[in-house]
């Protein structure tokens, strides 16, 4: 089997641990296996050196920033392949330009256009493990580049789907997918199986298990992504194609997002080129809008009701008293203390109902709804911040969660 | 002009060094040169990445070693460019698989076997500053290795060569090449020329300005070699090709070295493969012998003295006395309180006589000698440690090098 694994910043904070990391993989080796690790850099090492940057000038060259960073990952795998080696498992450390690992020219954001398997064939087939530095890549032109924040598991997925690995087992600090987060629902279940697109809800929804470009690089390539533990041997959550046993359950998880903040402008024109004019300069500021709903009214007018982060309130309503006046606004109003809730299920596509559930469950708790937006496999409420614990708790138990489903 | 400068770990130490280096940069830059600077890795980063590998495993595999260690120049080459791009000076850090500088597969001790100059002419065509992480190359296969201590002086070099650059310049944190240590004799002048040779004898012999290797690279390739310091714009040292005007110069500079323990055998046969059988032993052990003097005596045995490490005077003693019975040895004896004290200066060449006086300036101070050995440039002497500032203050009286030399 061709196994390739991936291993955080905290599965390598320290030289025990880069140890500790080397048996596991040592024993996968034992079993007969081919292994592909893709490392992190040190747990706070990419951050020392963003901060070396930043305290050096203000505004850092984006090319010589990519530089800077990608020695962290450098480091892990020379260090964790000389801690095979000097077990007796030879073993070969590998940066993005060895293999080599090509990417756009986005420096801090760059995308993976293109991984070279010979080299690693080739070293494989010598009986080498291979130690991957993760979180970058090199241009055409052979400039250095990096992947973003939780690029190493892009990396991962990305070289299980270019050499045709049997599985990408990512190692993290949390042992799998939870139905839910086990701090406010202590009845949450690690999920065993779950779907890429389910996945990809979940991890935008703040499930931070996996980075969601990873998620996306896996659905396309149909990587089965394994996550789990790098402190247990448990077996964590699978992330692979979607399949009939999928659908028959409704609803996989319950999320929640207390980290936005809800702004609506009532009397809003309703002709067009309006929304462009109010988003436009909020898109600019280079603040994210996360829910849009617009409803009209019988006068002709529309009232508009937006998410943006809590960290950009304020601006945002700046941004919007600013127009106030041009667009004839008749009130600007909006509120920070609001969560989003979220259910997520892959079974929602075959099964009418799950969102009047959703709408009942919270009414029978007393909870009131200010906003709703739906996708195929999720359906979201913006509810008042205070019910954000009774309403995750309440949906969890409504829709099974608690209980193991059924196997075929 | 093309200036090729070297920046060394301390003149790059923190943050407020890079800063002010990059200012020296810029200052050439306004003056209309094009520069290509080569940097080492900030001051003891090199040692902290050696440190975290020994704490790892008791032997690092070599390749991932030198991986982990080519980081530290990578990062101070990102910096230092950053520092110009914020500053206005359009800069690109560069490592070894970025130009490609090709070493052998010798790692940890690489030597360069070849450098690409295309990519750096681009860059420099296109008004760019270039900064090179120092100390390092990739193997034809890609591998990075690195040259070994001091290996950022070579690349300088090296680098100035291949590009044909009027001047390499190394800022260090010394103001140049003194004729002698100046603790010991406070009248030591800087020289202010000095030939490739001359620089050879005394970086052997102990005066750490330059990598004894980037001396040798510049004497083949014929590349003026300015030392200078860091920290001042005062002029420091040319290391240039020989010409006349160095001739006249009997002596260029004294020096010593403590370091050294001697070890005499008495009654050696002299017969073919007697000296093979005594060193053969010390090299297998890792010991590097440095002297060696053979008398033959009436009898048709010789006596042998040679000068070792002082650190492995006790274990040398142990493999000679094995040897003692087997070859009929009379006596071995050996001291630890010793120096060597040596004259270097390429006149020596034109001018009879030096070594004669030499040994004359040591009787009139009643100093004597155990041992002498000489070479084109230079003549040592093998004296009682006690004796050493002595015989360098002395030595450096006697030969003039208090005093300026006349120009032409």
Known sequence: MLVVQKYGGTSVGDLERIRNVARRIARYKEEGHDVVVVVSAMAGETDRL?????????????????????????????????????????????????????????????????????????ELKKGYILIIAGFQGITEGGDITTLGRGGSDTTA???????????????????????????????????????????????????????????EFAKIYKVPVHVRSSFSDEPGTMVVEEDETMEKVLVSGVTYNRNEARISLYGVPDRPGVAAQIFGPIAEAGIVVDMIIQTGRPDGRADMTFT???????????????LAEKLGLEKIEGAEEIAKVSIVGAGMRAHPGVAAKMFEVLA?????????????????????????????????????LDREPEEE
């Open 308 to 322: 943006v982060p809590k960290t950009d309130f304020k601006k945002t309503l700046r941004l919007v008293e600013g």
């Open 157 to 215: 997925v990305a070289i299980a789907a270019a050499l045709g690995a049997d599985v990408c087992e990512i190692f993290t600090d949390v042992d799998g997918v939870y139905t839910a987060d086990p701090r406010i629902v202590p009845k949450a279940r690690k999920i065993k199986r779950i779907s890429y697109d389910e996945m990809l809800e979940l991890a935008s929804m703040g499930a931070k298990v996996l980075e969601i470009r990873s998620v």
């Open 50 to 122: 963003l901060n070396l940057a930043h305290e050096l000038v203000e505004e850092p060259s984006p090319r010589e920033l990519d530089m800077l960073v990608a020695t962290g990952e450098q480091v892990s795998s020379a260090l964790l392949a000389m801690a095979l080696n000097a077990m007796g498992y030879p073993a070969k450390a590998l940066v993005a330009f060895q293999i080599p690992i090509k990417t756009d020219e986005l420096f801090g954001k760059a995308r993976i256009r293109d991984i070279a398997t010979d080299r690693m064939l080739e």
């Open 364 to 400: 029978q708790h007393g909870i009131n709804i200010h906003m709703i937006s739906t996708s195929e496999i999720k359906i979201s409420c913006v509810i008042d911040e205070k019910y954000t614990e009774l309403a995750v708790r309440a949906l969890h138990e409504a829709f099974g």
